[in-house]
């Protein structure tokens, strides 16, 4: 089962502020997916990217969401103009390696906007 | 369009009983179907899956779910309850295209409570 981390745990921020969320899977992979859980609710898909492209993204991951992999490793995800309804769990998800069926969660990024 | 049903978003079960956790989905494509768990203050943990393989997939601590195709269903069951299942499970669909790379769609989620 592949290993991802993200960082950090927990964000707290004032409105307005942009803040940037980061997953590290261990080893090498191909698709990356970002996800949220806002508080008592489902999770819901925001975005998946595939070659250093979007591959797919829903109604949420408007203008002031954007992903890139900077390094080649890490995998982030920006929110510009951060809102009190951003707040919410942040995962990050990788497909497995080799596979073509099962992603992967990391443990998730808890984000505060104040 | 996908979409996942989660009847009952609390279920209370008494240690050693039956778990049942109950799921029916929606897609105009042929499914590949998950069960993720999540326990408090932890990310998502996968259970079991189907990838239009067997129709009885089990999974990790004893879980197991059918694929019924005719009911588009995917309940999860467990033969007998263990206080350390108490969490929270979700159901989830994507589409069985592009080589299953397709986003996931979740369910709202079921809580189980394992009685002492």
């Known amino acids: 089962e592949p290993e991802v981390t993200q960082t950090p745990s927990h964000q707290v921020t004032q409105m307005g502020q942009e803040v940037i969320l980061r997953c590290v899977p261990i080893?090498?992979?191909?698709?990356f997916y970002w996800y949220r859980q806002i508080l008592g609710q489902k999770v819901e898909f925001l975005v998946s990217f595939y070659n250093n492209e979007i591959s797919e993204k829903s109604e949420i991951f408007d203008d002031q969401f954007s992903v890139e992999r900077p390094d080649g490793s890490n995998f982030t995800l920006k929110i510009r103009s951060t809102k009190l309804e951003d707040s919410a769990m942040y995962f990050c998800?990788?497909?497995?390696?080799?596979?073509?069926?099962?992603?992967?969660f990391g443990p998730g990024t808890r984000l505060t906007v104040l | 369009a996908q979409s996942v049903t989660q009847l009952g978003s609390h279920v209370s079960v008494s240690e050693g009983a039956l778990v049942l956790l109950r799921c029916n989905y929606s897609?105009?494509?042929?499914?590949?179907l998950f069960w993720y768990v999540q326990y408090p203050n932890q990310g998502l943990q996968l259970l079991l899956k189907y990838t239009s393989a067997a129709t009885l997939v089990k999974g990790i601590n004893g879980f197991e779910a059918e694929f019924k195709k005719s009911e588009t269903s995917f309940h999860l069951t467990k033969p007998s309850a263990h206080m350390s299942d108490a969490a929270e499970y979700f159901c989830?669909?994507?589409?069985?295209?592009?080589?299953?790379?397709?986003?996931?769609?979740f369910g709202s989620g079921t809580r189980l409570q394992v009685q002492p």
């Open positions: 080893s090498n992979h191909l698709y």
């Open positions: 989830a669909v994507s589409a069985a295209m592009d080589t299953g790379r397709r986003a996931l769609t």
């Open positions: 998800a990788v497909l497995e390696q080799g596979g073509t069926d099962t992603q992967y």
């Open positions: 897609s105009s494509v042929p499914p590949y």
